[in-house]
Nanobody, 123 residues
Framework: VQLQASGGGLVQAGGSLRLSCAASGRTFSSYAMAWFRQAPGKEREFVAAINWSGDSTNYADSVKGRFTISRDNAKTTGYLQMNSLKPEDTVVYYC?????????????????WGQGTLVTVSS
């Protein structure tokens, strides 16, 4: 599967953005998905994950209550709705997928990665 992330940009603190991750292939519904983020010189950090059907999700503590992960299997697209953005959310965000119904929180568990999309939150 190929992934194409979009939706990053510049937003003021307290604002919102929605990232999208468009997937190719008709087997999208058999993949778990996740979002990670990475700052320069740092390891890739787990943000949120969702299982294949969309009825199970998990979030990093740093984004819990502010970010929402979702997916539309008919459109083969995943989303990350980001609200109440903070300057410390300024990094590159990556969408990823793995074959199988369930998600994991380590980047090594994922097989497919989209290109990053930069989110910049100004104070």
């Amino acid at each position: 599967v190929q992934l194409q992330a979009s939706g990053g940009g510049l937003v003021q603190a307290g604002g919102s953005l929605r990232l999208s991750c468009a997937a190719s292939g008709r087997t999208f519904s058999s993949y778990a998905m996740a979002w990670f983020r990475q700052a320069p010189g740092k390891e890739r950090e787990f943000v949120a994950a969702i299982n294949w059907s969309g009825d199970s999700t998990n979030y990093a503590d740093s984004v819990k209550g502010r970010f929402t992960i979702s997916r539309d299997n008919a459109k083969t697209t995943g989303y990350l709705q980001m609200n109440s953005l903070k300057p410390e959310d300024t990094v590159v965000y990556y969408c990823t997928a793995r074959s199988g119904s369930y998600y994991y929180m380590r980047p090594i568990e994922y097989d497919y990665w989209g290109q990053g999309t930069l989110v910049t939150v100004s104070s």
